[in-house]
């Protein structure tokens, strides 16, 4: 904290008690921030509120902020709505996207997404990125209005020329997709280039797939991985399942179990059932890890309980075996009889194996708790 800081924060203070409301919100700022006097975030709150109730429109949005995340005051998506509202009223355009974000959403307010297009277009005409990224994202949906690729780009464009990372990733998506444009890979490419260079996760893992595979860029395989390892090292899931199936069985890369089990581990934490599947094949197998059958059962249980056949079948089958867990010839018979309803093509083999290990008595509950299950979990129908 330097002289000049706590000199500032001194006048700040005297204007703040006189009742000037934009002192009052400098004060709140400087609390914030820890800038010419240590950081409180209580006495943050109270200067803010001071100034927001005095009609300060950056005040009542970093109220409605507080109010939503629950910082200094109790969290209340309702009373955080209200100062959204009062902000956006005075047309300042964080205020009028956090207010569009309430409809979006559905907090504190009813949800309506006709009100949360009218308040981000607010915001983004005056210049907001992330409310024209909104904009656009509600065009490219069709999210409560008809798809509109032209005026997805419109805003899209606006976002990505102010640097705006996601903005450049769905412009990369719309050339590559030919979403509204002509598809042009080459263009893809840039706008993931510019979009990895400002953060984006997703734009590394896409651009390393164009140079995997030659598309609108000179195949590049080394590039290509250099690109999945920045991705899957940012949290991108795309790119850690890439790199777990490339270790696993050398695609573009020396065979490496390690390295496998590790993006496979990194991958299934975002709960992509197939990948759920996947670790606990490679629990169950030893294969870059210690073997371990509770590790297995529980993978592939969390990927049964997404209805996912294979773990389903593979659940059973450790139920039925006793491994990685008490044998239980019931929950054995509940997991295959769902992995058959699935489509898994092995499990009536092993249902017929499992019968006549079993009473009738025991087969009944299984159908029962399989049924219920069903009913806790309907699957999709046709139309």
Same mark, same amino acid.
């Given at each position: 904290m330097t002289q000049n800081d706590a000199e500032g924060f001194r006048w700040f203070l005297v204007a703040a008690e006189k009742g000037n409301a934009e002192a009052q919100y400098g004060v709140g700022s400087l609390y914030a921030i820890g800038k010419g006097v240590s950081p409180d975030d209580a006495e943050a709150t109270k200067w803010f509120l001071k100034s927001a109730e005095n009609g300060n429109a950056k005040a009542q949005y970093n109220m409605g902020v507080r109010c939503a995340y629950g910082r200094g005051v109790p969290k209340d998506n309702q009373q955080a709505a209200s100062w959204f509202r009062k902000s956006a009223e005075q047309g300042l355009a964080v205020g009028q996207a956090g207010l569009a974000a309430g409809y979006a959403l559905g907090l504190g307010l009813p949800q309506d997404k006709?009100?949360?297009? #009218?308040?981000?277009?607010?915001?983004?005409?005056?210049?907001?990125?992330?409310?024209?990224?909104? $904009?656009? +994202?509600?065009?490219? #949906?069709?999210?409560?209005?008809? $798809?509109?690729?032209?005026?997805?780009?419109?805003?899209?464009?606006?976002?990505?020329?102010?640097?705006?990372a996601d903005a450049e990733f769905n412009l990369g998506l719309m050339y590559e997709h030919g979403q509204g444009v002509q598809t042009d890979f080459s263009k893809a490419a840039e706008y993931y280039d510019l979009a990895a260079a400002h953060g984006s996760a997703d734009a590394l893992s896409n651009s390393g797939s164009l140079y995997q595979h030659g598309t609108g860029v000179p195949q590049d395989l080394q590039k290509a991985m250099k690109l999945y390892t920045m991705a899957a090292e940012k949290g991108s899931f795309p790119a850690q399942r890439y790199l777990a199936g490339a270790y696993l069985m050398g695609n573009g890369v020396q #065979?490496?179990?390690?390295?496998?089990?590790?993006?496979?581990? +990194?991958?299934?934490?975002?709960?992509?059932?197939?990948?759920?599947?996947?670790? @606990? $094949?490679?629990?169950?197998?030893?294969?870059?890890?210690?073997?371990?059958?509770?590790?297995?059962?529980?993978?592939?249980? #969390?990927?049964?309980?997404?209805?996912?056949?294979?773990?389903?079948?593979?659940?059973?089958?450790?139920?039925?075996?006793?491994?990685?867990?008490?044998?239980? +010839?019931?929950?054995?018979?509940?997991?295959?009889?769902?992995?058959?309803?699935?489509?898994?093509?092995?499990?009536?083999?092993?249902?017929? !194996?499992?019968?006549?290990?079993?009473?009738?008595?025991?087969?009944?509950? @299984?159908?029962? !708790?399989?049924?219920?299950w069903n009913t806790a979990h309907p699957r999709p129908t046709l139309k």
């Open positions: 006709a009100e949360a297009l #009218k308040w981000y277009t607010k915001a983004a005409e005056q210049g907001l990125p992330d409310a024209q990224l909104q $904009v656009g +994202l509600i065009f490219f #949906k069709g999210d409560g209005i008809s $798809v509109n690729y032209e005026q997805a780009l419109f805003w899209f464009q606006k976002a990505a020329a102010q640097k705006n #065979k490496d179990a390690a390295q496998a089990a590790k993006w496979m581990q +990194l991958a299934a934490a975002h709960g992509d059932a197939e990948t759920e599947c996947n670790l @606990a $094949v490679l629990y169950q197998t030893g294969t870059g890890l210690p073997q371990s059958y509770q590790d297995a059962l529980t993978w592939f249980q #969390k990927a049964a309980e997404q209805d996912y056949a294979t773990a389903q079948h593979n659940l059973g089958a450790l139920y039925g075996n006793g491994q990685g867990t008490t044998k239980n +010839l019931v929950e054995a018979y509940k997991w295959l009889s769902l992995a058959e309803q699935g489509g898994y093509k092995d499990t009536q083999r092993a249902l017929d !194996l499992l019968k006549p290990q079993m009473t009738s008595e025991q087969i009944a509950e @299984a159908q029962r !708790l399989a049924d219920a």
